[in-house]
């Protein structure tokens, strides 16, 4: 970690008894469960340190901008129109932006809305799947986030790409979490890149088995399986390569409202995804060059089954024609009534075909 960070006089917070929390006394406020949406988490954080369990978030947020310091931290699961309007309304999203994270399926972006950033990341999650097989191979999903002066929200889509262990692991570094909401920004974005990387990790596998088994005569790979890896592949590359103005943009500009710290942080997270991407992109070339060698994997073998079947016909083609003109209907045919003729005729049949059988041979055709 770059720099030294002070995370204040610990013994200067007050108690959790200080705190005062709207409704009747000594009562603990907690995040319920909605019908269109679900809060997983709420807490307040002052310096680092995590000051309350759980918390409704219009009291979290009403706390922290009475003591002026600190800020909140809401994740939200998959919240509806309802959920989420409320939400806007009690930090002061933007009506797009709030939208955007009820409807999901959104491009990878940022936006900025006065002093409140908007983070769109696509998650991904890699499915085993036989190498033959055709199922899905990358599961997608989204985060957003928004950060403000005192809070950030996270959104999730998706049934992957949790972030309660993500949580608890900067809960752990309260130096870290003391930089504020930017600090939870870096953590997402740090956790789904990483993601990204694991995912490509497997992937590769994927293509290099399949390298082997177009390259390996004995085996025969199906190529609706290469297109079904090349399918995948152009999703989990539309999920990846729109992140990287977000990051050019996070990381770059200094009028935003992000610690000089976070943006150096935030530098590595791009340096990672510019790799992924680049990764993805070699995926791509990869699998054209292993569908055009199965297709001419497929014709050479087409040609070669066509070039036996042409050698047994033409082997047939001989007793057939041989037995066609004996078939006729004329009375002066030679050796028609010779005693011999019969043994000798078929003979001949049987002559001229290993001969043709030994010819094909020879070349290569049976």
């Given amino acids: 970690m770059a720099g030294t960070i002070s995370i204040g006089d610990v013994s200067s917070i007050p108690p959790l008894s200080s705190f005062h ?19 997983v988490d709420c807490a307040v954080y002052v310096d680092g340190l995590r000051l309350w369990d759980q918390c409704t978030y219009k009291n979290a947020l009403a706390e922290v901008r009475e003591r002026g310091q600190g800020f ?3 994740g939200l699961l998959e919240p509806g129109m309802e959920l989420m309007a409320d939400v806007a309304e009690t930090f002061g999203l933007h009506s797009l932006a709030a939208e955007d994270a009820v409807k999901a399926r959104q491009r990878p972006k940022l936006e900025r809305y006065d002093d409140v950033l908007f983070l769109v990341l696509r998650t ?126 996070l990381t770059h500009d200094t009028t935003l409202p992000l610690p000089k710290e976070i943006r150096r942080y935030l530098r590595d997270v791009a340096d990672h995804h510019t790799a992924v991407t680049e990764q993805i992109l070699d995926f791509n070339e990869s699998l054209s060059a292993l569908i055009n060698a199965a297709l001419a994997k497929v014709s050479v073998q087409q040609n070669m089954d066509m070039r036996k079947i042409s050698a047994w016909a033409a082997m047939a083609a001989v007793p057939t024609a041989i037995a066609g003109i004996y078939g006729m209907n004329f009375d002066f045919i030679p050796e028609l009534r010779w005693h011999y003729g019969y043994p000798i005729v078929i003979g001949v049949m049987v002559l001229l075909c290993t001969g043709l059988y030994a010819n094909f041979r020879r070349n290569k055709w049976l």
């Fill in 21 to 39: 929390w709207p409704g009747r006394s000594g009562e603990r406020p907690v995040a319920t469960p909605s019908k269109h949406g679900r809060i």
């Fill in 124 to 249: 991904v999650q890699y499915l085993e799947h036989e190498l033959n097989s055709v199922a899905e191979i990358v599961d997608t999903g989204e985060i957003m986030v928004f950060t403000g002066p005192d809070f950030v929200i996270t959104v999730r889509h998706g049934e992957h790409g949790e972030l309660g262990g993500l949580r608890k692991a900067l809960e752990a570094e309260p130096a870290q979490l003391a930089l504020g909401p930017g600090a939870v920004l870096h953590a997402v974005a740090d956790q789904v890149v990483d993601t990204y990387v694991a995912v490509t990790a497997d992937i590769e596998e994927d293509v290099d088995a399949m390298e082997e088994e177009v390259f390996t005569p004995a085996n025969k790979l199906q190529i609706e399986a290469i297109y079904q890896l090349k399918r995948e592949v152009v999703e989990l590359r539309r999920a990846v390569k729109p992140l990287a103005l977000p990051l050019q943009v």
């Fill in 72 to 74: 909140v931290w809401l």
